[in-house]
């Protein structure tokens, strides 16, 4: 592998969290302060929020390798979608605390006790939850609850929660959670890196795996690099990793630019191969709503497979693999066809208006004959304002329908895992 060929101690660049590469970006360098300040007061709630990626893990493992074991008794817990019940049993096991059963009385009885035990021998404890935008609103009731315990009037634990921004959102929006943000004490937000911050971070963590310059690195190598990665630390690895590899099978002791957009095409085929190969469905399920609408529109499966492109292509071992060609063409066409429904609507909006202004003259000319022609008219504009309702109904139905292809798209072009067809 390519810390071989460039004999280096480690892999510098793995995906797995390591407090030894740590790098303390300047996003990275105030979210320390914020939970320095948050650890300071020994109570309540910190929230470290960012995308994925963004080094949320690789800092909590930082500060739990940093801390004064004897002044703070930390534990760490990665959360799934847990209940209430189930993250009281998680937060016991963290701190070691053997509980037997599902008995949730039992368990927080448990977990009191070795605070009070805790505290008792001069050490506050804080409880590191990553991944909290897996947590339901009755979860993180509890953790609020875990955070009630004290002894006189100092708080026993202390709670740090780390999430992707739709937990941010969940803890800003939500009624039910007004308790717990009025107990978060400090928040920080981590952004991507600057871009004349990935040099600097891939240098860091190649010194720290032993490098001693080989490979060096062409000047516009990091300016490109920060452009594709976005700064974002883990895509960055991703990349870096790939490039390394490419480099050590050229047996190249300089990468260049060049390198890194060869690198960059082929995972983006990678990427697309992924997408094509995705199988499909065993069996059709029964048609939502979503599926009626696409099929009101035309978009069918076919849409998805072009014709002769989405056969099973029999393979030497008798194996099949699927191909999932989008057609454009036909959610285009499909999009002409509502603007034209909404061009006959209007046009019949016209045509009621125009009978509408013609009828009213004729009734100002004979009442008699134009009470009758109002009420034909009336009657005229009810069956319009019917099927002005049914067409409305089938534009919403179209609009949903073409979102929710739109999103399948985006899903199967950004990601680099393939997704499930709706």
Not at 42 to 60: C, H, N, P, Q, R
Not at 194 to 209: D, S, T
Not at 270 to 285: C, F, L, N
Not at 345 to 358: P, T
Request: with cysteine; proline share 4%.
């Amino acid at each position: 592998m390519y810390d071989d060929f460039y004999r280096l101690s480690a892999r510098p660049f793995q995906l797995t969290p390591d407090p030894d590469f740590y790098f303390e970006s300047a996003t990275h360098k105030k979210a320390l302060s914020y939970l320095g300040y948050g650890l300071a007061q020994g109570e309540g709630f910190i929230v470290i929020t960012g995308e994925v990626g963004a080094g949320k893990s690789t800092l909590a493992a930082h500060l739990l390798a940093s801390i004064d074991r004897a002044q703070l008794t930390a534990a760490q817990i990665v959360t799934s979608k847990l209940d209430g019940q189930e993250l009281v049993h998680m937060a016991a096991r963290a701190f070691g605390l053997d509980v037997a059963g599902h008995d949730k009385a039992a368990a927080l009885a448990r977990i009191e006790a070795f605070l009070h035990d805790e505290a008792r021998a001069g050490r506050r404890c804080l409880l590191v939850v990553d991944e909290a935008q897996n947590l339901s609103v009755e979860a993180l009731e509890e953790l609020r609850m875990l955070s009630n315990f004290q002894l006189g009037a100092h708080p026993l634990l202390q709670i740090l929660l780390l999430g992707q921004p739709e937990f941010r959102t969940l803890l800003q929006q939500s009624p039910r959670l007004e308790q717990l943000r009025q107990r978060v004490i400090a928040t920080h937000h981590l952004a991507p890196m600057e871009p004349e911050e990935v040099g600097p971070y891939v240098e860091h963590r190649l010194v720290r795996a032993g490098w001693n310059g080989n490979p060096a690195f062409e000047p516009r190598f990091f300016a490109d690099l920060a452009r594709a990665s976005g700064g974002v630390p883990r895509r960055v690895n991703q990349i870096l990793s790939r490039v390394l590899l490419a480099g050590a099978l050229e047996q190249a002791s300089r990468i260049e630019a060049g390198l890194l957009h060869a690198v960059l095409d082929d995972m983006a085929s990678d990427s697309a191969v992924s997408v094509e190969s995705a199988p499909a469905p065993a069996a059709a399920p029964s048609v939502m709503p979503e599926a009626a609408s696409s099929q009101a529109l035309g978009l069918t499966a076919d849409t998805f497979h072009g014709e002769g492109q989405g056969q099973a292509k029999p393979e030497g071992d008798g194996s099949r693999t699927t191909r999932h060609d989008f057609d454009l063409a036909a959610i285009e066409a499909a999009m002409a066809s509502r603007d034209e429904q909404i061009a006959e609507l209007q046009q019949a909006v016209i045509e009621v208006a125009e009978m509408r202004a013609a009828h009213g003259d004729e009734a100002a000319a004979a009442q008699a004959d134009g009470t009758a022609r109002t009420e034909a008219l009336e009657a005229a504009l009810s069956d319009a304002a019917a099927r002005i309702g049914v067409l409305e109904h089938r534009l919403a139905e179209q609009e949903q329908a073409i979102r929710h292809v739109l999103t399948m798209l985006i899903e199967w072009f950004e990601t680099d895992r393939p997704k499930r067809a709706a």
